[in-house]
């Protein structure tokens, strides 16, 4: 129980250092947390007692900030924060690139305002 809570608190001051950072535009940071208020939120767009379809809001949601955090900002930023060894970056940097591809690109466009540097 003790490595749970421990892996739990490092995510969470994770993602306050990432959306904390100045690198990021105001607006990503609002989205991202608002975003994951909805996954934790017991209130859903769909319903989850529905199968499968239940948790589909909550999978596309995940995906958009994984896409962000792993597609959409620079390396570097992410690095700077992340809390775990580069093992476990490279990982979940893969999961996040198979999750991504669910995320319709227009939407990408429609949401995030960061721009990768032109020199990466």
Same mark, same amino acid.
């Given at each position: 129980?003790?490595?749970?809570?421990?892996?739990?608190?490092?995510?969470?001051?994770? =993602? /306050? $250092?990432?959306?904390?950072?100045?690198? %990021?535009?105001?607006?990503? $940071?609002?989205?991202?947390?608002?975003?994951?208020?909805?996954? #934790?939120?017991?209130?859903?767009?769909?319903?989850?007692?529905?199968?499968? %379809?239940?948790? *589909?809001?909550? %999978?596309?949601?995940?995906?958009? =900030?994984?896409?962000?955090? @792993?597609?959409?900002?620079?390396?570097?930023? *992410?690095?700077?924060?992340?809390? @775990?060894?580069? $093992?476990?970056?490279?990982? #979940? /940097?893969?999961?996040?690139?198979? %999750?991504? /591809?669910?995320?319709?690109?227009?939407?990408?466009?429609?949401?995030?305002?960061?721009?990768?540097?032109?020199?990466?």
């Amino acid at each position: 129980m003790g490595k749970i809570l421990n892996f739990v608190k490092q995510i969470v001051e994770f =993602v /306050r $250092k990432v959306s904390a950072d100045p690198r %990021i535009p105001d607006r990503d $940071k609002a989205v991202i947390l608002v975003c994951l208020a909805l996954v #934790i939120s017991p209130v859903d767009l769909i319903p989850d007692w529905i199968p499968i %379809i239940g948790v *589909l809001d909550d %999978i596309v949601i995940i995906a958009i =900030v994984l896409d962000y955090l @792993f597609e959409v900002l620079d390396q570097d930023i *992410l690095l700077t924060h992340y809390p @775990f060894g580069m $093992k476990s970056f490279t990982r #979940i /940097r893969r999961m996040s690139r198979f %999750i991504s /591809r669910m995320t319709p690109g227009f939407v990408k466009s429609m949401i995030w305002k960061y721009e990768r540097s032109p020199y990466k």
